[in-house]
């Protein structure tokens, strides 16, 4: 770096998790420590903050507030979805960020996303090299997809594992009670190409009797044939059927199975709109099988869940966060710190770095073998796989309204510099 | 009783919730203490259980296995929704009910439920006045709907308040972080009749700014004008919005709204069949308001919630039980044990009694006074009233793969001693 001290930027990007401030608060617990590191700001809604110059700093939060972050679900400092123009087709986009990091002398840019934030921030830093601009870009892993390559697992997704893998045993104790009634329950979790979320679920059936007795993933191809047969199977053994979905379920050429897929689906739906795969499945179940069927969708609450996260996977979002500070100290650059298990029984994890370009192009999916040979739930190689990453309960402030007590950001806005851009 | 020692049976009806099994509890170390009680029998899965003479003896349970049923959410002995044949058009489902009583020496009926319930309850015991059959009939209020006359509150609710009230915060935390893509959510809650459970997550707008913003209950009328300028006028507040809403919304003359109601509703709907009211919802805003909607729908793994339920519950909950035991030794008949709450700004609860029938002729709705005048959020009064039941986090036992440790009955059967019946 040119000077002794230059600021720095954190931004959070994409679909939050219960654990990415705790990553945030790993950047800046470290960052508080290093000399070189002078102001950290932080960008209001990720990138799109950067390009609108909607920056606060973060400097001027009380330490009780960024220790608050560990136990604070969703995203503090805000995060978006918004998708930079192609560096090829047009600069602007590009050239405003690094207007921007300009303008308040911003040197080192801590960007927690999933793959395309690490794309984001690889363009970034190549076009700051070309414009001899000083810049460190260094990615930290978030997604509750846990689909990111070069890394084992994904900081978000030891909580959201957790938390759905109870919701499963929960209401599969519901349907136990009331088979006579509800005789089959679907739960749909989300995951629209990596079934990684389903298959966390597959860790409450500790016996053949627990749910879910059934676990669909978009890796295995779906069959409305196949469906309907295992339904009947496991109505036959049980008398009842606890079923997990991911939102996306794909055939054998890799498509969505859709509602005019197959003869058994063709004639339960005729022309009916679809809330979403789990009343797809409910009208199939009700129309070949003959049972009474309903359906939970979890959506956003999932990802959120806090109240029971994966005290694992918060020590490691924390961690990632203050690595990615550690390695940015020791002249890496663009780089996504990983997640590295060490080999052996006993789980044991460490940081390592990837190029943001690998995780950029990569996608990580569930591997055939953690899938059983039917395609309906886990294997015991994918339960050891999953396993240690739902350990420890997170714990949370519970006000004394019985609720819990998650922190919110003062965001003391800083002085906007530049023209307005959007 | 004619006799020193007569056995009692324990039945659970209706929808499942996270505290029935801690009243099942309350009743049987209650019972384990009186010298009047011989065996303790369970119907599998409720009445239907009883008519079918599938019985079990819980004294053959392990202590520790009747102590977990406090950290177990569900039905544990099976619950059902089996409609007995009305008594007045036919004796046979009753006589039946009392063939088997008199099979097994059962002198006592301890049966938790709803309404519905409470009406068997009260049949079964008149029927066997009728018959000179010595019978104590004592009901156990449970419902997660909170509807029950004759009681402040009903066990169970407090659970399902907590849980669902800490899920609109989380959801509203995700809202608040990803608003400039998603920018309304939309929490669907159970309750077709009455908003109590809606009503509960008003309790997570601690500040304005907190979700939900709108909270939308059976018991103000619904109009799609008015809904439709609710969502834009928190929007142009907030630039987002967080709703709840119950299963069952109703209009001014008390019927369900459904697509065809209303002229936005027929505008955005065309032929379109909904997956439920969040769904309805979602098309509208979108339509009407110009905004991303998207839902989140916990389905039964709001009443299963054990993983974050309410002390407070668990404790009254057990108290109910073994209340109805009490009341029985001191010759106590064809009443249902209420919750009375005491007087006073700080929160007392003891048990009373009420008559079955009064019980199982009445519904609780959420009073007028307790939703604002706008009929979309909830008031202070209502605050408080709720308040008080979702304190304290019940404690459960979480294995060392990271999960609950839920227990299971041995339901080990009784010898059928009658015909089969059904």
């Known amino acids: 770096m040119a000077k002794a001290k230059a600021n720095a930027i954190v931004a959070q990007s994409g679909g939050p998790t219960a654990v990415i ?5 790993g950047v800046l617990q470290e960052a508080a ?5 002078g102001r950290v700001l932080a960008a209001h809604n990720g990138i799109l903050g950067v390009l609108q110059e909607d920056l606060f700093d973060v400097s001027t939060e009380k330490a009780s507030t960024i220790e608050g972050l560990k136990r604070t679900p969703s995203a503090a400092m805000g995060s978006c979805r918004h998708k930079l123009k192609s560096l090829d087709q047009a600069h602007a986009d590009f050239d405003r960020v690094l207007d921007v990091f300009a303008a308040h002398d911003i040197r080192y840019f801590f960007y927690a996303g999933g793959n395309d934030s690490m794309d984001t921030a690889d363009k970034v830093n190549k076009l700051a090299a070309q414009r001899g601009y000083e810049l460190v870009c260094i990615g930290i892993p978030k997604t509750v997809d846990n689909d990111l390559a070069c890394t084992d697992h994904c900081p978000g997704y030891g909580s959201v ?3 759905v893998a109870t919701c499963a045993m929960e209401a599969g104790r519901d349907t136990d009670a ?3 009634h509800d005789t089959c329950t679907i739960l749909e979790v989300m995951g629209r190409n990596a079934g990684w979320i389903a298959a966390a679920t597959g860790l409450a059936a500790r016996t053949p009797e627990d749910a879910p007795h059934l676990v669909y993933m978009p890796e295995a191809a779906f069959t409305w044939d196949k469906f309907v047969s295992d339904v009947r199977e496991v109505y036959k053994r049980l008398g009842k059927v606890f079923i997990v979905v991911g939102e996306g ?6 498509k969505y199975v859709t509602a005019d897929s197959g003869s058994f689906a063709k004639d339960a739906f005729g ?7 789990a009343d797809m499945l409910k009208v199939v179940i009700e129309k070949e099988v003959g049972i009474k069927a309903r359906w939970n969708k979890l959506g956003t609450n999932q990802r959120a869940a806090m109240h029971f996260a994966s005290l694992t996977d918060v020590k490691e979002a924390w961690m990632c966060g203050a690595a990615a500070v550690k390695a940015a100290m020791k002249g890496v650059n663009d780089k996504m710190i990983t997640l590295v298990r060490a080999k052996g029984d006993k789980y044991k994890c460490t940081t390592g770095l990837a190029e943001l370009r690998d995780v950029a192009n990569g996608e990580k999916k569930v591997p055939r073998d953690y899938i059983n040979k039917q395609g309906n739930h886990i294997t015991e190689a994918c339960r050891r796989h999953i396993g240690p990453l ?11 309204d019985g609720l819990p007590v998650y922190v919110r950001l003062r965001r003391k806005p800083v002085e906007q510099k530049l023209a307005k851009y959007i």
């Open 161 to 163: 594992a957790k938390y």
């Open 249 to 254: 379920l794909k055939d054998k050429d890799g």
């Open 33 to 37: 420590k290093c000399k070189k590191i």
């Open 178 to 180: 009331l088979y006579t």
């Open 271 to 277: 022309h009916v709109q679809l809330g979403g795969v």
């Open 390 to 400: 739902i350990k420890g309960e997170a714990p949370i402030t519970v006000g004394k």
């Open 21 to 25: 401030n705790s990553s945030v608060c």
